[in-house]
């Protein structure tokens, strides 16, 4: 008798690579000028274990690329409030969506995996009065078809501004009439009335039409601020009588101060100094 023993073998077919996204929205809030708004949200991706993949953020809806990105909104929804997305804690590492350059790649552990985003609008930054979003595509990439998710981003922009000014330097006072002048730095939301005043310095008894510096023993040097270049209306803060009036571009604004000590004060020599608070009301 004769036996035949047939040995079957078979393969188990490799699962096939598959990966799955989603995000959580970036929600900034209430945003004003001057300080840079940090946030953050995630990205979380599930896939097939050993899958290798790369995770991509989109441009947005509206911008260029992949660097400052444009929430759209404000008065008449055609303005913009840019920020940028990055993948890293330092905020200094774009995160775009051109695999190998500005992407984040990853291996998939067949559990879920979750990414940081790092989101941030610039100080610099000056939106219009309004709330702004953008929606963000995100694109799970690799040897599988490819797997998308969206966030959206947005902010609100309440009115806001900033203010920063220059030293006045007179020089050496000799008796002579002497000028010269400072520079005020306003940066408004765009449509933000404001009004800007000085005023009366540290000396004592000195006010917003008799400003003095103070020297040597308290000895003081009488001086004059003025908002226009023919020294004739005084720059003081009563909002409404003496201070300077204006409304925010989104961008920044400069005021000339003109200052003036006039002729004639014979005082002992040294140095004289006063120190001007300048205060923007909106």
Same mark, same amino acid.
């Given at each position: 008798?004769a036996?035949?023993?047939l040995?079957?073998c078979y393969a188990?077919? $490799? ?12 929600a900034f ?9 940090n946030?953050?949200?995630?990205? /979380?991706?599930t896939? /097939?274990? !050993? ?8 441009a !947005?809806l509206n911008s ?7 929430m ?8 913009t409030?840019?920020y ?9 590492t774009?995160?775009?969506n051109t695999p190998g350059?500005n992407t ?9 995996q979750?990414y940081? %985003?790092y $989101?941030?609008?610039?100080a610099?930054?000056l939106?219009a009065?309004? #709330?702004y979003?953008?929606? %963000?595509?995100?694109?799970i ?7 998308? $998710?969206?966030?959206s ?13 220059t030293?006045?330097?007179?020089g050496?006072y000799?008796?002579?009439?002497a000028n010269?002048t400072?520079?005020v730095?306003?940066s408004c939301?765009s ?7 000085? #005023?009366?310095?540290t000396?004592?008894?000195? /006010?917003? /039409?008799t400003?003095k ?6 000895a003081t ?7 226009n270049s023919?020294l ?6 009563i909002?409404g009588?003496?201070t ?6 989104g961008h920044a604004?400069f ?9 004639g ?6 140095s004289?100094?006063?120190t %001007?608070?300048?205060? %923007?009301?909106?």
């Amino acid at each position: 008798m004769a036996a035949l023993l047939l040995l079957v073998c078979y393969a188990r077919p $490799a699962a096939a690579a598959n990966c799955s996204a989603s995000a959580s929205t970036i929600a900034f809030g209430v945003y004003t000028e001057g300080n840079a708004a940090n946030f953050t949200g995630t990205v /979380t991706v599930t896939c /097939t274990s !050993g899958t290798s993949y790369k995770v991509g953020l989109n441009a !947005g809806l509206n911008s260029p690329d992949g660097k400052q990105r444009d929430m759209y909104g404000g008065n008449g929804g055609q303005n913009t409030l840019n920020y940028s997305l990055y993948s890293d804690a330092g905020r200094t590492t774009y995160w775009g969506n051109t695999p190998g350059t500005n992407t984040v790649a990853g291996i998939g552990t067949g559990n879920a995996q979750t990414y940081t %985003i790092y $989101a941030q609008i610039p100080a610099t930054d000056l939106g219009a009065l309004g #709330n702004y979003a953008d929606t %963000i595509t995100v694109y799970i990439t690799g040897s599988f078809t490819t797997a998308t $998710a969206q966030f959206s981003v947005n902010a609100s922009v309440i009115a806001g501004c900033g203010i920063s000014a220059t030293a006045m330097n007179f020089g050496n006072y000799a008796g002579t009439v002497a000028n010269s002048t400072s520079i005020v730095t306003i940066s408004c939301t765009s449509g933000t009335t404001y009004n800007v005043g000085l #005023n009366a310095g540290t000396a004592t008894g000195a /006010t917003v /039409t008799t400003r003095k510096m103070t020297g040597p023993s308290s000895a003081t040097l009488s001086y004059a601020l003025y908002s226009n270049s023919g020294l004739t209306i005084n720059w003081g803060n009563i909002v409404g009588i003496n201070t300077v009036a204006g409304a925010g571009t989104g961008h920044a604004q400069f005021l000339t101060v003109y200052g003036r000590i006039a002729a004639g004060q014979y005082l002992r020599p040294g140095s004289y100094s006063d120190t %001007i608070t300048a205060s %923007i009301t909106y």
